[in-house]
């Protein structure tokens, strides 16, 4: 749907008004010719013979070149954006089937252990007693890179 001109806007444009219609506001509009004012004056300073017309044509030359490379940009981060997107979405696939998986674990593990119940035999892990392994550097210099291992409170010590 095409959108209707609204806003008849005077505006100067390197000294030469200028009665423009636009859709956007009265702000913008004279933001966006003073920027090209002040890129002309830009030209007109680094060359002062420069005739107005040919001032006011560099002027658009640099401000399309400037426009050109801030489409490519955006392009760019375009593309970046929707890789990023895409990564995402697979990650969050990933993580989907990895909770699906973890549930259908969870639901093995319950069923196994019902079996086990059922067999009366119900088993629970051992605890771990912190006797069991050692492990200790010696700080003498004849065994500088040996470990001393001691099981159940035994002692391999040289």
Known sequence: MEEKIKNRIKIEIAGTPFTVLSVEGEEYTKAVAERLNREIETVRRAAPGLSLTSAVML?????CDGMTKAEEDSD???????EYLNDAA???SEYDAAVKENEKLKK?????????????????????SPAVKTVRK????EAE????????GASNKK
């Open 59 to 63: 002027a658009a030359l640099n401000l």
């Open 145 to 152: 890179d040996e470990e001393n291992i001691s099981f159940f």
């Open 90 to 92: 697979r990650y969050r």
């Open 76 to 82: 760019r981060l375009r593309g970046q954006v929707k």
């Open 108 to 128: 093995d593990m319950e069923t196994y252990r019902k079996r086990l119940g059922e067999k009366g035999k119900t088993q629970e892990p051992a605890p771990v």
């Open 138 to 141: 010696s700080n003498s210099k």
